[in-house]
């Protein structure tokens, strides 16, 4: 299994990229869309070289999701915890975007740790309110302002439900899918998925089911949420998965995890197509070289030579 990584491959390279060339008063103008629908924008003018605008733009959030102005819960938080006063957080964002960040090179030392946190900026807005309601987790308690029933966007219209207790946090995905191929392997390699957690070497995992229909923690919920033709994956995470450093991995994990299962799905379609059309291939091979016999021997040894119609008439005369 792929894990996806948490930043952004072409927003690190641009951002190491201006960095090491800090001397060369160059002009960007980058625009671009990763999965889920994120769009990124990173600008420098040769006007102020040394000022690098990152603006970020996420899918509109559902009615029931929470979120302050196109943001998830407790987003500007974490931006001020994990980038410290380096940034500065233009209100409000350029128009077109949920967050636009400014970053100052003559300011801020741009070593490769902290410009790696910044091409993860993604990881860090979508994951905040899971960030939230697990600190609270690790310290056995629930955040008061909560509801019973948590809904978090993680796709365009799209979103997941956590229902947080002291003990435990439980986390269900509606799964949906557009395409019925798409349906149908996914289905698949969820009941696969849920098979392979009980194996022993992933005995300290989340637990984790899949169900054709919503699950009782779902009660409540908007009839229209729960609308899922790949069924629903239930995960139920226990103070032991947020301890310390898996933090930040079970947040990234959960955040990405129907993007994490598209990628498989699109991977094994596109390994069943190959292997398809290599078997066309090997037949259409075999019959071009099925060529017809030029000469048939007869019960006595001897041959003939296979006559066409012309040479049967010019025979005849």
Known sequence: MILLQSHSRFLL???LTRAQNLDKAVELDYQWIE???VRYHVQVTMKNPNLLLLSVSLPNPPPEAMSFDGLPLGAIE???TTYGTGFQILDPPRDGFSLTL????????PDEELLTKLASIREVVMGAPLKIIFKHLASRTVAPEL????????RPNETFFLVPQADKVTVAFPMRFKDSVDTILATSFLKE???ARRAAALNTAPSCSWSPTAPQELE?????????????VTFVIFP??????????TVWNLSTFHAYVSYHVKFSEGFMHTRMRRRVESMIQALDQAKPLEKTRSMNNKSFKRLGLNDNHTNSK
């Open 13 to 15: 390279q641009t951002l």
């Open 35 to 37: 999965f889920d629908d």
């Open 78 to 80: 974490a931006i001020k």
């Open 102 to 109: 400014k970053l100052n090179f003559s300011k801020v030392r």
């Open 147 to 154: 509801d019973r029933l948590v809904a978090i966007m993680h």
């Open 193 to 195: 998925f849920v098979e």
């Open 220 to 232: 409540g919920a908007p009839k229209e949420t729960l609308s899922a033709n790949a069924g629903f």
């Open 240 to 249: 032991r998965h947020v301890e310390g450093k898996k933090l930040d991995r």
